[in-house]
């Protein structure tokens, strides 16, 4: 295996385990950010897969380039947006805010 195929493998194996979290965080909290953001991480996914199996393909087809970046943008929103808006605030609290 050489290094390309090696670095390709390796952001194929981080795209499947990225989606991986993102349907264990669904199973716990069904919203509508997580559901956005695995249905971009999939695109980006198939994005990945064009590249490696057809390069040529990639390069003819100029809004793969836009269509790529734009769903990791959006699956980072989505995250983010789940993140802050959509986990209910039952942590505990910090050391420094517990009265003495």
Known sequence: ??????VNTM??????????ASVALWFSARTTALLI??????????????VT?????YSQL???HLLWPLA????????????????PATRAPASSDLSS
């Open 1 to 6: 295996m050489n290094e390309a195929q090696l």
């Open 11 to 20: 952001g194929q194996l981080a795209g499947i385990l990225i989606l991986g």
């Open 37 to 50: 953001a695995m249905v971009a991480q999939i695109v980006g996914m198939l994005c990945r897969v064009v």
């Open 53 to 57: 199996l057809s390069p040529s393909l």
């Open 62 to 64: 100029a809004p793969l």
């Open 72 to 87: 990791a943008g959006v699956f980072g929103a989505a995250l983010l947006y789940h993140a802050l808006h959509e986990i």
